[in-house]
């Protein structure tokens, strides 16, 4: 740990055109919205948003948390992403697609325009999608992800995306209750060299009948041969080329839904965050421009997945607004080897490149000195996003990535905030490894007691947002209760409920802010958030199971992994438990839930009260020692059976 006490000033060249060229910027941008959030926020909206109506408040606190922006403000979001860039950024490359086999395009402004529109104009005629209609996206990674997000923000539907990695059951559950009525997506795409499908995903989630659906727009990338429900499934390719490319967009109020994206929480089912469009642009441009300062001719690369936050806000909306050219990968980054990220950095002089701790890991682990291999002399700024990074993978991130001349940005932020909260600004802030620094301006973190008492220096407390700010989650699809009772129901400040991120964190003597991790039971598994409610959940639903608890266990490379401990009821016997509740959990959610461990013990540690004591499991988990009061358990004895059971495994 001693990278710990390193600080790594901002390169002088690069922060000299910075768009926040020192911490005297930051704390004259912080200080001016301390002293007038509202007009910080109003100067922001009137340089930034193409309005087509004024708004006539800035920020309508009546009934909190349910708060609003820039009420009564028209705009309309693919607007401020295209039509408002093509008199000057026609023949700019908008989108950089390179594909899994290599195979590379570029998509100007104005030929996405161009396909916006038509598919605007495809959802309206073909299916009658209007404003306010939910449409689930089961994409893989090709432009047209971006082109649907974008013709339905044109035309008002409400986009919902499921990352291609969910199950049929997790993909119909978010059908269910978004109500969706239709579903966008591919007959596959190519990983690794090879296709892979996603459409009998679909298949198999409407199966067993979606009432809502009333039809499949399918796009034909690896024109693998698929199964086909006439009458419900429609063929992109076939059917796009007789749309007119003009779609005039609809007025959208500030603070009409733009998209849901579900995630998971602490307790039960998935929750679908939803965003609106104004605040959420508003902040997805503001902070491309400045944490990862985008310019002039600069290519950005985010490796997420669309599936994700972070592919919404900063490979799509975030990129576009800010009128840059953003870099879409339909592969992964280690095929066909552990340069092909380098590679790719290389080719298309990339600026901006910004990806997970995990990634960096692998890439680390796989190929140390791949990154000497390729001329790398275009990344000006470096990112990091999803969990916290360990100084060792952060030292090889900027000393051999960055070649010791990039910023690192350490960007902590969620699904609920809709963009960056706290990050360093490449041209600003002295960064410390593994720390995310800085509140950015106009977002006010502390570091709190559920009373509202500021934690001292070294004292781990709950993250808090106390002011709310235009990107933040509106509310949770269908259920505003626990939208409030989520995300606004653990701390108080001067009597009022703030935002509660379910993150830990810690200021130091400078007053910079490191995140300890989530103290909620939701777990992070390379970058892939999960509730273990949820995955508790889908083994429940196995016959022979009689209880279950799941912990993470700190990884290597996935930065956690899940660890499962069941118990199995009376009579049943299951000689291969792992692979068992592997297959289930690959049903009910996803590969992206198979568990590293599954134990079957004889109980689980219980208070006399039945609560299960999942601190003693982690403990378990990790090899620790337990340290905690078992006393007071109803069977204390279970603790040593469980311990012996763990190590067998
Ligand atoms: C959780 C949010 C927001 C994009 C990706 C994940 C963790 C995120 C950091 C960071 C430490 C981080 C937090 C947070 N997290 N960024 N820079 N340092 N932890 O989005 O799925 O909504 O997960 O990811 O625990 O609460 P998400």
């Known amino acids: 740990m001693s990278h710990k006490k390193q600080i790594f000033n901002p390169n002088p060249e690069f922060a000299k055109n910075a768009a926040i060229p020192s911490m005297d910027a930051y704390w004259e941008l912080q200080n001016r919205a301390i002293e007038d959030y509202e007009g910080f926020w109003k100067g922001f909206a009137d340089e930034k948003i193409d309005w087509l109506t004024p708004y006539d408040k800035v920020l309508d606190e009546s009934n ?11 705009l309309n979001v693919s607007n401020q992403c295209i039509d408002r860039h093509l008199a000057d950024k026609a023949d700019k490359t908008a989108i950089l ?26 959802l309206k005629n073909e299916f009658g999608i209007i404003k306010g209609d939910r449409v689930v996206l089961y994409m893989p990674m090709i432009p047209e992800a971006a082109y649907a997000m974008l013709a339905c923000a044109r035309i008002g539907a409400i986009h919902s995306i499921v990352f291609g990695g969910f199950s049929a059951e997790a993909l119909k559950d978010r059908i269910e209750d978004a109500k969706a009525k239709i579903v966008i997506t591919a007959d596959g795409a190519y990983r690794k060299g090879k296709p892979y499908m996603l459409k009998q995903v679909v298949d198999t989630a409407l199966e067993q009948g979606v009432g809502s659906v009333e039809g499949v727009l399918v796009v034909k990338r690896n024109n693998e041969e698929i199964n086909w429900v006439d009458g419900r499934d429609h063929n992109y390719n076939e059917l796009i080329t007789a749309q007119p490319d003009v779609c005039p967009f609809e007025e959208m109020d500030s603070e009409d839904p733009l998209f849901l994206l579900y995630t998971s929480g602490s307790t039960g089912k998935p929750k679908g965050v939803q965003h609106s469009g104004a605040g959420y642009i508003l902040w997805a441009q503001m902070t491309m421009e400045w944490v990862f300062d985008v310019k002039g001719e600069d290519v950005f690369w985010c490796t997420a997945d669309i599936g994700w936050i972070t592919g919404h806000t900063y490979i799509v909306y975030g990129p576009l607004a800010a009128g840059t050219t953003t870099l879409m990968f339909e592969g992964v980054p280690t095929y066909p080897d552990a340069g092909r990220a380098w590679k790719m950095v290389q080719d298309h002089k990339v600026t901006q490149f910004y990806t997970a701790p995990t990634a960096i890991r692998v890439l680390h682990k796989m190929g140390e000195d791949e990154p000497k291999k390729y001329d790398l002399s275009s990344l000006k700024v470096l990112g990091t996003v999803g969990e916290p990074i360990d100084p060792p993978a952060w030292m090889w991130y900027y000393e051999v990535v960055g070649n010791s001349k990039c910023a690192i940005v350490d960007t902590w932020w969620q699904t609920e905030t809709g963009g960056h909260m706290i990050s360093p600004l490449p041209g600003a802030t002295p960064i410390k490894p593994g720390c995310a620094t800085f509140a950015l301006p106009g977002i006010m973190a502390e570091i709190l007691d559920p009373d509202g008492t500021p934690k001292e220096v070294g004292e781990t407390g709950l993250l808090c947002i106390t002011k709310p700010w235009p990107s933040m989650i509106r509310t949770i699809w269908g259920d505003p209760e626990r939208y409030k009772k989520s995300y606004f129901g653990d701390a108080v400040k001067e009597g009022k409920a703030v935002y509660f991120s379910g993150d830990g964190a810690v200021l130091d003597e400078d007053g910079y802010i490191t995140i300890t991790g989530r103290v909620d039971d939701v777990i992070n598994v390379s970058g892939h958030r999960m509730g273990t409610a949820e995955i508790e959940a889908a083994v429940k639903d196995d ?43 690959a049903e009910e959610i996803g590969n992206i839930a198979k568990a590293d461990h599954v134990i079957e013990v004889p109980g689980l540690p219980k208070t006399r009260s039945g609560k299960i004591m999942r601190r003693i499991l982690r403990s378990i988990a990790k090899g620790e020692a337990i340290t905690q009061d078992i006393s007071t358990l109803e069977d204390p004895s279970i603790v040593e059976a469980i311990i012996s059971k763990a190590r067998e495994a």
């Open 543 to 585: 016959p022979s199971v009689a209880e279950v608890a799941v912990v993470g266990k700190p990884h290597p490379i996935k930065g956690e992994s899940i660890f499962v401990y069941v118990v199995l009821k009376e009579g049943h016997i299951n000689a291969d438990i792992k692979n068992h509740i592997n297959q289930l959990l």
């Open 97 to 122: 697609f390179e594909g899994d086999r290599g195979d590379v395009e570029h998509i100007t402004y104005a030929q996405l325009s161009r396909r916006v529109n038509k598919m605007a104009n495809l």
């Open 64 to 74: 909190a948390p349910f708060y609003k922006w820039f009420t009564n403000g028209k």
